[in-house]
């Protein structure tokens, strides 16, 4: 399964089901379920379904903050082009689990390889 490399604080806002929204520079055709990974800590700490994916209007932004959590507004966020990529069913493990950080995974970490 691939993992989705995520920043705090928002990959706790994920985890705790209150963002639902991830906003990112490009669509994903991806669906189903991704691991997500914590940003720096070489660790995997949860799960969640990618259910769909859109593109952002500035109105669309305003008008749906309560799912993607941003609020310092759409002339702040630093894409050009923003969509948001839709996630369900996010859940934190309660152990997260190590893994091999690939060099130069920045988004997606493919096929992702559990230490022992």
Same mark, same amino acid.
């Given at each position: 399964m691939d993992?989705l490399?995520? =920043?705090? !604080?928002?990959?706790?806002?994920v985890?705790? @089901?209150f /963002? ?6 490009s #669509?994903?055709?991806k669906?189903?379920?991704i691991?997500?990974?914590r940003?720096?800590?070489g660790y995997i700490?949860g *799960?969640?379904d990618? %259910?769909g ?6 109105e669309? $932004?305003e008008? @749906? =903050?309560? /799912? &993607?959590r +941003?609020?310092?507004g759409?002339e /702040? %966020? !630093?894409? #050009?082009s923003p969509?948001?990529?839709? $996630?369900? @069913?996010?859940?934190?493990? *309660?152990? !997260?689990i190590?893994?091999? &950080? !690939?060099?130069g995974a +920045?988004?997606? +970490?493919?096929g992702? *390889? #559990?230490k022992?």
């Amino acid at each position: 399964m691939d993992g989705l490399i995520i =920043k705090d !604080p928002w990959i706790g806002m994920v985890l705790d @089901n209150f /963002k639902s929204w991830e906003i990112r520079g490009s #669509k994903t055709e991806k669906r189903g379920t991704i691991y997500l990974i914590r940003s720096g800590s070489g660790y995997i700490v949860g *799960q969640t379904d990618i %259910v769909g994916c859109i593109e952002l209007t500035e109105e669309r $932004f305003e008008e @749906n =903050k309560e /799912k &993607h959590r +941003v609020e310092t507004g759409y002339e /702040k %966020v !630093p894409y #050009k082009s923003p969509w948001a990529w839709i $996630f369900e @069913n996010s859940i934190r493990f *309660q152990e !997260p689990i190590p893994y091999i &950080h !690939p060099r130069g995974a +920045v988004i997606w +970490v493919k096929g992702l *390889q #559990k230490k022992i």
